[in-house]
T-cell receptor
Framework: DAGITQSPRYKITETGRQVTLMCHQT?????MFWYRQDLGHGLRLIYY???????DKGEVPDGYVVSRSKTENFPLTLESATRSQTSVYFC?????????FGEGSRLTVL | ELKVEQNPLFLSMQEGKNYTIYCNYS?????LYWYRQDPGKSLESLFV???NGAVKQEGRLMASLDTKARLSTLHITAAVHDLSATYFC????????????WGAGTKLIIKP
């Protein structure tokens, strides 16, 4: 089915480890986004991409790396995970200004 | 810098009652979005409001936009338990490459 798929849905890791969250879309939307959602902070934009090979920082990019070699994939990497990165991460695409979200990836850093 | 404020942040109400959630924003924009999120789930688009005076309705929910007042409202009519969720508004920020700036969300609990 068309849409956005995030993986893994749940991940537990340890401080200092590298973690990659995957996001795949089947719509061929140009724009893709990574948000984190924490209690008391709502949704905060980490990185976004306007097209393949074009990425830009959002509100809270520190500690994260993204790439977009293909239109359909937009992985988010935590190079050295910290406890403060425990959160729910949402990938989204945009069409006609409206965002469409994946199911989320719940990450716990111990 | 565009800021978006929702109020109330938490609302507990009885079935059958009417209520309104407010979304204020600080700088010029004429695009506003409402989303719903159920606990542990993703965000679902409810309404897209694209101009001053826009009004959209879906079932017991009605959203409106007043760009001059920089205010959007989400009105709930004769609430039912199934509308319990967290509701977010998001405003398109012309000054940040048209990215969406999000309100903190309103957690709505509707008691039978």
């Amino acid at each position: 089915d068309a849409g956005i798929t995030q993986s893994p849905r749940y991940k537990i890791t340890e401080t200092g480890r590298q973690v990659t969250l995957m996001c795949h879309q089947t719509w061929s939307h140009s724009y893709m986004f990574w948000y984190r959602q924490d209690l008391g902070h709502g949704l905060r934009l980490i990185y976004y991409s306007a097209a393949a090979d074009i990425t830009d920082k959002g509100e809270v990019p520190d500690g994260y790396v993204v790439s977009r070699s293909k239109t359909e994939n937009f992985p988010l990497t935590l190079e050295s995970a910290t406890r403060s990165q425990t959160s729910v991460y949402f990938c989204a695409t945009k069409s006609s200004g409206e965002l469409f979200f994946g199911e989320g990836s719940r990450l716990t850093v111990l | 810098e565009l800021k978006v404020e929702q109020n109330p942040l938490f609302l507990s109400m009885q079935e059958g009652k009417n209520y309104t959630i407010y979304c204020n924003y600080s700088t010029t924009s004429d695009r506003l979005y409402w989303y719903r999120q159920d606990p542990g789930k993703s965000l679902e688009s409810l309404f897209v409001l694209l101009s001053n005076g826009a009004v959209k309705q879906e079932g017991r929910l009605m959203a409106s936009l007043d760009t001059k007042a920089r205010l959007s409202t989400l009105h709930i009519t004769a609430a039912v338990h199934d509308l319990s969720a967290t509701y977010f508004c998001a405003v398109e920020d012309w000054g940040s490459n048209y990215q969406l700036i999000w309100g903190a969300g309103t957690k709505l609990i509707i008691k039978p």
